[in-house]
Each structure stands twice: as structure tokens, then as C-alpha cells.
DNA sequence: ACGGTGCTTGACGTTGACGTCAACGTAACT
DNA sequence: AGTTACGTTGACGTCAACGTCAAGCACCGT
């Protein structure tokens, strides 16, 4: 009944427009675990997740080997309450980063917002120039 | 009258915490360019304020190259329209870009905070329990 | 005149994140 | 049996973003 959804490789790799090669590396740099059937990697559901999660932080602009360690967080499975402890402080010192990183990203969008009403000001005010030399 | 401050490399590379190297790696690749006294550099406050705008910049994850593009967009400096349009396109181009960066950002922290609040959730049963234990 | 400090320009080394072969296995189709 | 498609594991190449010397100039205090 429970139809567990896998992945190629190349499925997965045409889905998030990225390379077998790079899939691989991912796997040898200890992010994802593919189960394999013989010698090919075979991805489920969880595995694609992981990937999901891998992208973005990629485009945020984090390194693999943050990435990697904060994957974790993701995955609670283990029943130990130091554990839980040692993870909640992970967790937080992750979203002190993050919340950070909004803050300049926030500022950097204002700045921006900034420079294009003066320029777009100044475009205004040589259209009416314009329109008064007509 | 008009004091304009300057800095020497040493000056910017200990207020920011990088190497003099990476001073002059950024004006090897264009990204600063600042007067010379014989052969030392002498950077102004416009200078400053760029190296600061490439410091967040890589912090928010983008690479020299882009970095390079967009620091124009503050250089306000040219009385052509033709170019205003060109800047005002270049910038919504970059604004998009950081939107969507922030989207994903923020996906990202809710996700976190969710997970945190599973784990604070199952910390606290895991208190609740030992005290009815007791 | 001498040593120290700080700067300069090459030139080569390094690390992260893959790309690019080469050489091979395997399953499917015809 | 041959070919096509898709997969595998090394091994080496590449590009960005610097680090790390080496060798040398310029001023400064003694």
C-alpha cells in the first residue's frame, strides 16, 4: 500500500537542473545517503528533501559544510534529551545567523528602493524639462 | 577646510578584519580603485563605503563578479538618460533578485523556528514526565 | 649607516565546488 | 549479438577567492 516514491539519478538532476556529477559530490561530502539497488543510488522521498534544503541554502549563500551540519537539525530521531538540548542550541545559534542575514538583506533592499526613486526622480524631473521645451 | 579622511590599506584591513591581500585582490579585479601616493594606495570615504557594500554583498552570499555589476548602480554619475533607463533596468533586475532571495530566507527561517518548536515541545513532555515519575 | 615597519608587485599554492574525461557495468530494445 | 541509454568509479582539470611566500622600495628613529 504505502507507495514509496523514488528517484533516479538523473530524475532528480533534470528536476532541480543540476548535474549527476554534482549529486555525487554531494553524497561524497556526506549530505545525502542514497539507498542503492546494486551499484545505482536509488533517492526517496526524505533524500529529496534534503536536497531541496541543499539548493536554498546554496542560494543564500551558505558553504556545503554549513549546510551539511545544519541538515541535521532537520532530522530528529534520536530520543536522548541531551541530545534535544545540544540541538536546540544549534538550532539557535542558526537562527541568530539567519535572522541577521535578513537584516542586511533588509537594508540592502532599502538602500536599492532608495537609489532607484532618485533616479527614477531624476528621470521625472527630465520628461517635465523636456515637455516645458516643447 | 574640507577634510577628506582617507585610509591606508592597514587602516581598512584591520577595521573590517580582512588581509591587505584582498584590499588589493578587489582593485585587481575592479571592484575598488583607489589614488595613489607614489606607489601606496590611499583609499577615500567613498572607497570605504564601497568596501562595504562588497563585504555585506558577500555575506548575503554573491560572488565578486555580481558584486562588481551592481556596485555601478550607487555611482550616480552620468547625465544620460539612456544610461538612467539602463540603471533604473539593471536595478530592478537586482531588486528582484534580492525579493526573492528574502522569500527564500524567510522560508527558511519559519521552518527553523518550526523545528525548534517541536523539539522545545518534546523537551517540556520529557520534563512533564520525570516530574509525574517523581 | 642600520634596523625596523609598512608598503609594493609578482608568482605560485590552496580550498571549495564542481566539470570533464576515461573506462567500464548493466538492462532494454531490436 | 549489437547498439543505445543510463549508470558507475576514479582521476584530473578548472574557476573563484583568496593565502603565502619572495624580493624589493621608502621612510623613521637612533
New binding site residues.
Given amino acids: 500500500m504505502s507507495e514509496t516514491k523514488t528517484y533516479?539519478?538523473?530524475?532528480l538532476s533534470l528536476e532541480y537542473d543540476?548535474?549527476?556529477?554534482?549529486l555525487?559530490?554531494?553524497e561524497d561530502?556526506g549530505l545525502l545517503s542514497p539507498l542503492r539497488r546494486?551499484?545505482?543510488?536509488i533517492y526517496d522521498r526524505r533524500d529529496k528533501g534534503r536536497l531541496a534544503l541543499i539548493l536554498r541554502g546554496?542560494r543564500l549563500g551558505f558553504?556545503?559544510?554549513e549546510i551539511r551540519n545544519w541538515l541535521d537539525l532537520y532530522d530528529v530521531r534520536d530520543g536522548q534529551v541531551a541530545q534535544a538540548r545540544m540541538l536546540l542550541d544549534a538550532s539557535e545559534d542558526r537562527m541568530t545567523a539567519l535572522l541577521l542575514q535578513r537584516e542586511e538583506l533588509n537594508e540592502t533592499i532599502e538602500e536599492l528602493k532608495l537609489q532607484m526613486q532618485q533616479v527614477e526622480g531624476w528621470l521625472d524631473d527630465q520628461g517635465l524639462a523636456a515637455e516645458a521645451a516643447d
Wanted: hydrophobic share 25%; net charge positive; glycine share 4%.
Fill in positions: 533516479s539519478i538523473r530524475d543540476i548535474t549527476p556529477r554534482t555525487r559530490f554531494y561530502k546494486g551499484t545505482q543510488r546554496k558553504s556545503l559544510a
